[in-house]
């Protein structure tokens, strides 16, 4: 009897236990459900006053420290959302546990670091649903005061045919250099000069080109003017350019020479009240040479940089009905954010945009590591700084197989004097690196030029490299091919 007993009380407290779990999971899973819908209008209402503000003139420093506040809780909602909806992937072995390529701790499998660090996927939804709902209710006044705020005019087909043809993200930076360009300076003396400074590749030139194609910008000035350091100190000799109104663009490679910097300045004093400067460079001590306060450009945030990213790779597809290919995108876009710029994340996303393919978007994930293990074994140094150097960098592992070598000679910056074109290096057959990737026939024989990007923005910048026949023993200060644009 006193088993029978033991045996009922048992199975009445193993069921009781059964349907507390099951109340718990099923509560949880409710909750969760809320908690993304939740979120999702949150985001609509936080992406409505964004996209509201790129179109309007913001001359108030507060409101855009609020907006660059609500951009970055945005962000970072958007990553949250998406990594929530792949993480039931974690727990299902798929191809990518097949995809391994090299022992190294620096190089793994997407499968194995997802394992490793689960709490990258399993995200706080709650932490950042709060986060962004604070953010959002304390952007009432800010709603207020854009209504004030006079609209840009923009052509229609740059807002809703082409998002790829729009700049992406820096929305503070943008209205702070539209303030800067359209506010009236104080009569008489030399024109305000504002430095733009960042890394290599981050959106310097775009920025500015994003601002000088602005309908009240163009109409402000007589005419825009785009210099680079060698010819700064021969503006001098054509007088006729600085006449009227004039926005000068200068854009420096490296420091600046003293005497140069102040010929210029004496130039610049006899110019229009109403004339700018802006210098765009990379070089942090050009800070010293504006008269205002400069604008600097980092690289994006990762959850920013990682919706850029999947918005270029996924294109009009949807990342929520491919979690497998957003999980992969989210690892392309942790490694591109840290130690590439935006012209691989555009290279490597316009191609997987063409092929949705799981095994494809691995594929390119192992080639991309294994090009970076191969340019360590051989340089000891990462490719993005090869490139900074102009150095030969082994594309090898990223294009074609390990047996055909191939080895590309970065192109200079545009708007150096080191950058050298020859008649006989513009002829040389011209490749893009995409259609390498897809089809490695396509390689000319002998010398030729690879095509890494061409930028669909102003100012429509192309990456051409140098690839010679015999790379492997190429000299590294060997002349290479480039475009710049042409300075007066």
Not at 54 to 73: C, F, K, T, V, W
Not at 239 to 266: H, I, P, Q
Not at 280 to 299: A, D, H, M, Q, Y
Not at 400 to 405: R, W
Request: proline share 5%.
């Amino acid at each position: 009897m006193e088993l029978a007993i033991s045996a009922v009380t048992g199975e009445l407290v193993s069921r009781f236990v059964s349907f507390l779990i099951n109340k718990y999971h099923s509560g949880r899973t409710y909750s969760e459900e809320k908690q993304v819908e939740r979120l999702q209008q949150v985001l609509l209402r936080a992406r409505i006053v964004v996209e509201e503000a790129d179109g309007r003139y913001i001359p108030n420093s507060g409101m855009l420290e609020q907006l660059n506040m609500l951009a970055e809780a945005m962000y970072k909602g958007y990553w949250a959302l998406g990594a929530f909806r792949y993480r039931s992937l974690q727990e299902t072995p798929t191809e990518e546990e097949q995809i391994s390529y090299s022992s190294s701790k620096r190089f793994h499998t997407v499968h194995g670091s997802a394992r490793k660090n689960k709490a990258t996927y399993l995200v706080d939804l709650q932490g950042v649903l709060e986060s962004l709902e604070y953010v959002v209710s304390s952007m009432t006044e800010f709603v207020v005061l854009l209504g004030g705020c006079d609209r840009m005019l923009r052509r229609p087909y740059d807002a809703y045919l082409y998002n790829d043809n729009i700049m992406f993200g820096r929305h503070a930076e943008k209205q702070k250099l539209l303030n800067f360009v359209l506010q009236h300076g104080p009569h008489g003396g030399a024109p305000a000069v504002l430095p733009v400074i960042g890394g290599p590749a981050v959106g310097k030139r775009t920025l500015v080109a994003h601002i000088c194609k602005d309908e009240r910008v163009s109409s402000q000035f007589s005419s825009i003017l785009h210099l680079n350091g060698d010819s700064v100190c021969g503006i001098a000799d054509h007088g006729s350019l600085l006449s009227g109104k004039v926005l000068v663009v200068v854009e420096l490679v490296s420091d600046v020479d003293k005497e140069d910097w102040t010929k210029f300045c004496s130039t610049l004093a006899s110019m229009h009240s109403g004339s700018k400067v802006i210098i765009v460079s990379r070089c942090k001590n050009s800070e010293k040479l504006g008269t205002v306060k400069p604008i600097f450009l980092n690289t994006l945030p990762y959850e920013e940089f990682s919706y850029l990213f999947k918005t270029l790779a996924f294109g009009s597809a949807d990342p929520a009905q491919y979690p497998q290919l957003a999980r992969i995108a989210d690892e392309l876009a942790r490694e591109l954010q840290s130690d590439w710029s935006l012209v691989a994340a555009n290279l490597l996303a316009d191609m997987m945009r063409k092929n949705l393919n799981l095994h494809f978007w691995l594929c390119t994930l192992s080639r991309m590591r294994r090009f970076v293990e191969r340019n360590f074994s051989l340089f000891g140094e990462h490719p993005q700084l090869l490139i900074l150097r102009r150095h030969q960098v082994d594309v090898s592992d990223f294009i074609l197989h390990s047996a055909s070598p191939l080895r590309i000679v970065p192109s200079c910056a545009a708007g150096s004097s080191r950058t050298e074109v020859t008649e006989e290096r513009a002829l040389l057959p011209k490749v893009r690196v995409g259609d390498l990737l897809v089809d490695p026939g396509l390689r000319p024989q002998g010398d030729f030029n690879v095509v890494t990007w061409e930028s669909r923005l102003p100012p429509y910048t192309s990456f051409v490299h140098f690839v010679p026949n015999g790379a492997p023993g190429l000299p590294e200060d060997t002349p290479l091919s480039g475009r710049k644009r042409k300075s007066i």
